[in-house]
């Protein structure tokens, strides 16, 4: 099938209510240096089957919004300060502790960076997978054991059944981030957050890894949310794509039309700082600047001193996110003239 076809049936079937719906979410860090506005008024909703992108630079708000909605916000110093994360219509930030606990691994589950320190280092890796089983589905030993491995397999460990009893050092970079994959996926859940699941492996292992996971995410129609800093990592996997600055989404759009014409002006840096091959020997524009101190974020738009189309409003009036089109939302006050430009 044709790319936009397919895309087309995708949107048609997927359901209307969205499994997760992250409103107005607000998290500060209370520390020593001041208070650090993390996040400042999220919103974002990820169907059945969907990918959502969610990128920005290193300290754009991008992991502690997904730690918010998993409830492993490193509190204190971070604290929730507002908004609702409502997982298929429950808000998980006010049900029981018991409950969301059980919700978490089965239904909702996490895929880290760095799968050397997110995994046990002193049980076997299949006995970790296994032990999931054991304790969720209540399977009997032998039957968690086999399912395990079967598993390891789903995610392409080679010797899968030899291996079971290896310890996660005894593996590479990306053969551990599969096992980290097969841990988040074991138990089916609805929903998987990916936080920068490729950024410390080999580029040509980046690929696989990422296949992988795009793969799995079509096979069990799980919602994933696939959080980077790399734009080029995405283009292939995720249906929409939300770009944060400084603790909010700058701009929301499908994934083809953001790469089409970017609607915002951080977004257009994001995309001329990505290395193309046919771009070899030019230099990258990599956007001027660094992103701002979260105890002290600009007023008005606080992207506006890094900002090449940046006015005197800009240093004033606060962007809302305006309506660009159906499913796409900028926050700038010139998203028609960025637009217009890129396209
Ligand atoms: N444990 C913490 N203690 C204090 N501040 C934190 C902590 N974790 C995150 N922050 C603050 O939140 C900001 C956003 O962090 P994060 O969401 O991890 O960024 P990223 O977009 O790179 O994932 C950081 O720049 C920092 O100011
Ligand atoms: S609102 Fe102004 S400063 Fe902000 S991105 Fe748009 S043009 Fe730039
Ligand atoms: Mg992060």
């Known amino acids: 099938m044709h790319e936009a076809q397919e ?7 997927l359901p209307d ?35 959502l992108a969610v990128l920005g630079e290193s300290g754009s708000g991008k992991s502690v919004t997904a730690q918010a909605v998993m409830g492993i916000l490193d509190s204190p110093p971070g604290h929730v300060t507002g908004g609702e994360v409502l997982f298929r219509g429950e808000d998980l930030l006010t049900m029981g502790g018991e409950r969301r606990r059980r919700l978490r691994g089965a239904k909702l589950s996490m895929i880290f960076q760095d799968a050397l320190s997110a995994l046990n280092p002193v ?34 460990i080679p010797a899968a059944k030899e291996r079971a009893g290896d ?16 841990m988040a996926l074991a138990l089916e859940p609805d929903l998987v957050i990916a936080d920068e699941p490729t ?23 799980m919602g994933l949310i696939l959080i980077t800093h790399d734009l080029g990592v995405v283009a292939d996997v995720a249906d ?13 759009a499908p994934v083809h039309a953001l790469y089409a014409a970017p609607a915002h002006p951080y977004t257009a840096g994001l995309l001329g700082s990505i290395p193309r091959l046919d771009h070899k020997g030019k230099e990258l524009h990599a956007i001027k600047g660094l992103p701002p101190s ?22 004033t009036d606060r962007p809302p996110l305006f309506d660009v089109a159906p499913g796409r939302a900028s926050a700038c006050h010139f998203w028609k003239e960025t637009l217009d430009d890129a396209g």
């Open 294 to 315: 979260l105890t002290d974020i600009p007023a008005g738009c606080p992207f506006n001193p890094r900002c090449p189309r940046a006015q005197a409003i800009c240093r």
């Open 17 to 51: 209510v969205p499994l997760l719906d992250v409103r107005d979410l607000h998290v500060e860090f209370r520390t020593r240096d001041g208070v650090a506005k993390a996040v400042n008024g999220v919103s974002y909703g990820v169907r059945a089957g969907e990918t």
């Open 7 to 13: 895309a087309a049936a995708a949107a048609v079937t």
């Open 199 to 221: 950024t410390a492996l080999d580029v040509t292992v980046q690929a696989q890894v990422m296949d992988l996971l795009a793969e799995l995410q079509r096979e069990y129609r």
């Open 167 to 182: 310890y996660p050092h005894q593996f590479s970079g990306g053969m551990r981030q599969r096992i980290m994959i097969a």
């Open 240 to 252: 929409r794509i939300a770009v944060m600055y400084a603790g909010r989404i700058v701009e929301t």
């Open 123 to 156: 049980m076997s890796v299949g006995a970790q997978l296994a032990e999931m089983y054991s304790v969720h589905d209540g399977m009997t030993r032998k039957d968690s054991r086999a399912k395990a491995v079967q598993m390891m397999e789903r995610v392409r």
